[in-house]
């Protein structure tokens, strides 16, 4: 294997000049972030309505859902229920998905990448064919898949993620600790007697730690968009739990007569992913020894 | 290099293996019954059990794998439940449009990709580099589903510049590939920039440009055939992208390829499609990354096949 | 031949129906033209043996012929390729004389070997027919195999003597299914598995083309049986359309008929727009969306809480979500069914009577049940109103939304407590209130796997099912139809339903489309009669 499909995730370093207006937008990310971690936090306090309420007249007689107006900022859906209110609580579903089912990514895929990237031998073989395998699956049809062998609920939904989510973590991981586990102060350690525990935990994990947050910050972006596919498809978080995905697929056949109830759910995804995105790539910038000075 | 080669083939073979061992356990262990779709809603028990019993559904999972192999080896992926057709007729018959919707999105991503990041890298540190590297920021955060719909409604139903998704036609082509060469020229842009920039700092061009050269003529004549090199190689792995996504797209433009097959199987169980279809896809991914990594030595001769 | 005339005699021969044979296509309609019909989902094959989906099926219709037939538009039988039949005293032997000179589409003439090939292919487990079940009550249907059906017997080229195990009332329609079609074996055993793509019969139109995916041609079969039908010379489906662009090329003139119907979202502006609104025919038809409420799991073991439930759900409200598309359903036939109750009031609409009839049940404080449901819209959204109006009665309900198979799965084996019918409802195979019962109701499916989702097993009524069933004589259909009433009224003071709604149909056509309204929502060749509409241009 060679390198080149790391590029792709890992873009060359940029000017200085770029790196400060890096940094801008990292502040834009945070900022946006910020807001949707505070809409998810306080959304019982701030949104107008009852998220699940089905209200009588959140609808027209013919069935059609109101357009935004003074009682219901953003309109309503087809339930007749306040889109404001249900994208506020969407936004703690995808937080908790990104979390949780990153987390979980992250997780498995450090602990893959460093296992085969320290011990080598079978156990690293195995495990990065394992990868391998893994990374020639069609990601989206394997999380179909395994949404419908266990019947979906949120935590299934982050759990599938993570599953279909770790590979890219293993890898990169893997790549840092093969090319550490060769340097000349490993070495020495070795040779002075260390166990393998001390270096794995103080030389080893210390230096891969700006991967890992750069890697998770990132994940982050990935996960939201896999959950909003998944439940878009109609194998996501379950209803009536609210989650900017399934309010798209449920509203979708009305998007030429309702666009807002696709597109503002819509902006609210492609908003979060782009933050986590500018935050994930400023930390690479300000953290990643190997990508600094280089221009 | 020939040993490479024969090892990286035998991999794949194994990758591949992989694939299918994990998609059919997966499908055996889903709590919906195939033979429950195959016999309809007015079937007797005793009906059910024959159509298990033809299939080889009621055998254990290790015979039932076997049996798919031992098929898949002899080039025989098995034949629809529902349908009853050929799987392989039927990813025959719909593959043309997934190959052409694929060609069309790497068209539009390579565009799209190539001409942001030589602008943004020639304009580099301007207004412009930041407005164009703040859009690939975008497109790579769009989910498909959003961006095909924003452009049905835009251009379809508002402009009605285009269908409103169908297959058979030019204009039936740009909307799908123009969504997935969007999202997809994110990565493009920044990869061209970066190489451009590298490129543009090599002595040749710095020799070309003191020699006179007009400074389009070395961006396009000199500077642009050596930066794209590595931008090309990249296709390869968008190939492993594009067959993961192709679900979504396929599904909200009514494009008759194999993902929308994939998804209507899936709904009914319909387990030798499901398997035909991922095996397909696994193998085009495994094919790109190969492919990739074999072009990599004539891109950068830092690399050597290993 | 002396023998066969004596054993007629003793028949009781049963005249058709006047206006059965009276039907006269449309004088104005002039033969010529093509016409195109969209469908969003593909075709899964064209074998009348195997297939069972919406769109297949009028296509199917339309491609062969069963020895019975409707009268276009209607849900009255008349003869098909039986040219006439008799009925033995008993009710146990129906003779069917062919009629001559009919040929497949391969030129060969059908005799009565190709009937009897046709009944044992559809019954001989290795063709794996969804509908194999429909022919239990031929004589030998349990032993069905390569060898055929014992009761199915050629007495001379044109005639089939069919034999029955017991007295059926829905025996003629069952020759009229879709099942019951004829092919010839030649055809069948040189495509092998894949006669579904080279269909071969004796219907109206042939297959001309076929590109998998994306659209089918049919052309009209110019030596068909019946004189002056088809009109059209071919008809062209589209596949892989979706309803909103179909509904978008309509309005452009490029299409005839979305298959599909309206969908929701242009609804409204069709039926506000004059012009439009008079080109969509609305008609009744045979489907019923129900709650399957589990009568193994508690509570829905106590009958308090079945009428409970069928008391809280506001079915108006359902009604609305769909855009009024349906009419709210009180009992499990719908109204366009034969043996429907008229009159019947059912459990209205009164969540405070629903939390009293809970108490009495010792649930004042409610409980909590899972709700399945199929994950294509919009029945996610109905399941929720449905939550919304349990939980307003205090019984919390999660809702499972799953792909078909999966909800199919849990509730054949019984595991689930709450099952939304949308997207996997009844509508019937064919037009006679015992459809509804058998598999749905009956104790015959409630075993594992059946589709009797409630398992609800009332065995008196089973009984009386089966003398409904037996009462094959016309004479007697009245009294055949109110014991069917009785019947779905019996099931109604149990409630193992809620029934919700009855969906009608709207088919929008082009302006150069004719042919009179019922034909546009055919009861039986869903969504239009192929064989029996023309174009103005």
Redesign the interface.
């Known amino acids: 294997m060679t390198d080149t499909g790391a590029d792709r995730a890992i873009p060359r370093p940029r000017g200085a000049a770029a790196r400060l207006i890096g940094r801008k937008l990292a502040l834009v990310g945070l900022v946006l972030i910020g807001l949707v971690v505070a809409g998810a936090l306080f959304a019982p306090w701030i949104a107008p309505f009852d998220p699940n309420d089905q209200m009588f007249d959140g609808l027209t007689l013919e069935g059609a859902p109101m357009p935004p107006d003074g009682k219901f900022l953003l309109g309503t859906d087809l339930l007749g229920r306040d889109l404001l209110s249900r994208l506020l609580y969407g936004a703690q579903t995808s937080l908790i998905i990104g979390v949780v089912a990153n987390g979980l990514a992250l997780l498995i895929g450090t602990l893959v990448g460093i296992t085969a990237g320290f011990f080598r031998g079978w156990i690293g073989a195995v495990l990065m064919r394992f990868t391998d395998l893994m990374m020639a699956f069609p990601a989206l049809l394997l999380a179909i898949s395994l949404a419908a062998i266990f019947q979906p609920s949120l935590w299934i939904v982050a759990m599938v993620i993570a599953l279909v989510n770790w590979v890219q973590t293993a890898r990169v991981i893997y790549t840092e600790t093969t090319s550490l586990a060769t340097r000349d102060f490993i070495a020495a350690e070795r040779t002075l007697g260390a166990s393998t525990s001390r270096i794995l935990f103080r030389h080893i994990l210390p230096h891969l730690i700006p991967t890992i947050i750069v890697w998770g910050t990132l994940g982050i972006s990935t996960t939201v968009l896999l959950e909003a596919t998944l439940s878009f498809l109609g194998v996501g978080v379950q209803p009536p739990t609210p989650s900017w995905g399934n309010i798209i697929f449920e509203n979708q056949t009305y998007f030429q007569t309702a666009p807002w109830l696709v597109f503002i759910p819509g902006a609210a995804i492609i908003l979060l992913a782009l933050a986590f995105n500018l935050v994930g790539d400023a930390l690479r910038d300000v953290l990643d020894p190997t990508q600094r000075g280089r221009d | 290099m020939a040993a490479y080669l024969i090892r990286r083939l035998i991999?794949s073979a194994?990758?591949?293996l992989?694939?299918s061992f994990?998609?059919f356990f997966?499908?055996y262990?889903?709590?919906?019954?195939?033979v429950?779709?195959?016999?309809?809603?007015?079937?007797?028990?005793?009906?059910?059990e024959?159509?298990r019993e033809?299939l080889g559904l009621d055998k254990p999972f290790v015979v039932q794998y076997g049996r798919y192999l031992t098929g898949l080896l002899q080039g025989d992926m098995g034949?629809?439940y529902?349908?009853?057709?050929?799987v392989a007729?039927?990813i025959l018959?719909?593959l043309p449009?997934t190959l052409l919707l694929m060609l069309g999105a790497i068209v539009c991503e390579l565009v799209l990709g190539l001409s942001m990041g030589i602008a943004a890298a020639l304009w580099?540190?301007r207004a412009v580099?930041?407005a164009l590297?703040?859009t690939s920021?975008?497109t790579?955060?769009?989910?498909?589903?959003?961006v095909s719909?924003?452009l049905?409604?835009v251009f379809a139903?508002r402009l009605g510049w285009f269908?409103?998704?169908?297959?058979?036609t030019f204009a039936h082509l740009v909307l799908p590939a123009l969504t997935l060469g969007i999202l997809g020229s994110g990565?493009y842009s920044?990869?061209m920039r970066?190489?451009m920039?590298?490129v543009l700092r090599a002595d040749y061009i710095r020799t070309a440009r003191a020699k006179g050269l007009g400074r389009a003529r070395v961006v396009l004549r000199h500077a642009l055939p050596n930066a794209i090199l590595?931008v090309i190689?990249?296709i390869g792995?968008d190939i492993?992208i594009f067959?993961?996504?192709i679900?979504?797209v396929e599904?909200v433009f009514?494009?008759?390829g194999i993902g929308?097959?994939?998804?209507?199987a899936?709904?009914?169980?319909d387990i030798p499609i499901?398997m035909g279809?991922?095996l397909v896809?696994?193998f085009a991914?495994?094919i790109g990354?190969l492919l990739?990594?074999l072009i990599?030595p004539f891109i950068d001769p830092r690399?050597t096949?290993r | 031949m002396q023998k066969l005339l004596a054993s007629t005699a003793l028949m009781l021969t049963l005249a058709l129906p006047a206006a059965a044979q009276d039907y006269t296509p449309d004088p104005a309609a002039k033969p010529g033209g093509s016409i195109t019909i969209t469908y969003k989902d593909d075709v899964a094959t064209l074998d009348p043996a195997i297939g069972y989906d919406w769109q297949n099926w009028s296509m199917i219709k339309s491609l062969y012929d069963g020895l019975m037939d409707y009268v276009p538009g209607t849900t009255e039988l008349r003869p098909g390729l039986a040219e006439t039949y008799e009925i033995s005293p008993d009710g146990l032997v129906y003779t069917f004389k062919l009629r001559p000179g009919v040929k497949f589409h391969n030129g060969r003439e059908m005799t009565a070997e190709d009937v009897k090939y046709s009944l044992d292919r559809v019954t001989n487990p290795e063709t794996q027919s969804p509908g194999a079940g429909f022919f239990g009550a031929i004589a030998g249907f349990d032993a069905a195999g390569p060898d055929g059906l014992s009761g199915v017997e050629v007495v001379d080229p044109s005639t089939v003597r069919i034999t029955l195990s017991r007295p059926d009332a829905t025996f003629l329609h069952v020759m009229a299914l879709n099942f019951a079609s004829v092919v010839p074996k030649e055809a069948v055993e040189e495509a092998g598995p894949d006669f579904g793509k080279k269909p071969v019969g004796t219907g109206a139109f042939k297959l001309a083309e076929w590109t998998l995916g994306q659209r089918l041609v049919f052309e009209k079969n110019a030596d068909y049986w019946r004189d002056g039908v088809p009109f059209l010379d071919s008809v062209v489906f589209e596949v892989g359309q979706e309803p909103v662009v179909a509904l978008l090329r309509l309005q452009n003139g490029e299409v005839d008929v979305p298959g599909d119907g309206i969908p929701p979202a242009k609804f409204m502006e069709v039926m506000g727009d004059p012009a439009q609104a008079e080109r969509v025919v609305q008609g009744g038809q045979l489907h019923t969306g129900y709650i399957t409420l589990n009568v193994t799991i508690p509570p829905f073991d106590k009958l308090e809480v079945r009428k409970a439930v069928n008391m809280a759900i506001n079915k108006d409200r359902i009604t609305q979500i769909i855009n009024g598309r349906a009419v709210p359903a009180n009992q499990p036939l719908p109204p366009s069914m034969p043996g429907y109750t008229e009159g019947y009031a059912g459990y209205a609409f009164d969540p405070d009577g629903a939390k009293a009839l809970l108490a009495e049940a010792g649930l004042a404080d409610g409980f909590e049940t899972d709700l399945y449901a199929m994950n294509t819209d919009p029945n996610p959204r109905i399941a929720q109103a449905i939550q919304q109006d349990l939980a307003a009665v205090g019984i919390t309900v999660n809702i499972l939304s799953l792909a078909q198979a999966n909800v199919i799965e849990a509730g054949g084996a019984g595991t689930a407590p709450m099952i939304w019918s949308g997207g996997m409802a009844w509508i019937a195979d064919f037009p006679d209130p015992s459809n509804f019962y058998g598999p749905i109701l009956g104790c015959a499916g409630a075993g594992e796997g059946g589709w009797n989702w409630s398992k609800f097993c009332d065995e008196t009524l089973d009984a009386k099912a089966i003398e409904a069933d037996s009462m094959f004589d016309p004479a007697k259909s009245a009294d055949r139809l109110k014991l069917w009433s009785d019947v779905y009224m019996g099931v109604m003071v149990q409630a193992p339903w809620v029934p919700v709604f009855n969906e009608e149909r709207y088919t929008m056509k082009s302006e150069r489309m004719g042919g009179e309204d019922a034909l546009y929502v055919d009861p039986v060749s869903i969504p239009v009669n192929y064989d029996y509409v023309w174009v103005k241009q």
């Open positions: 991999q194994l990758i591949l992989g694939v994990i998609t997966l499908l262990v889903l709590p919906a019954d195939p429950r779709q195959i016999a309809g809603r007015s079937a007797t028990a005793q009906t059910v024959n159509i033809q034949r629809s529902l349908q009853k057709t050929e007729e039927l018959s719909r449009a580099r540190g580099d930041q590297m703040m920021f975008i790579v955060s769009a989910p498909q589903f959003v719909l924003l049905l409604y139903v269908p409103i998704g169908g297959y058979g990565w920044r990869m970066s190489s920039i590298d590595p190689a990249m792995i492993g067959m993961g996504g679900v979504v599904s009514g494009w008759p929308q097959l994939a998804w209507q899936i709904q009914r169980v499901i279809v991922t896809s696994a991914i495994v990354n990739a990594d990599a690399i096949l």
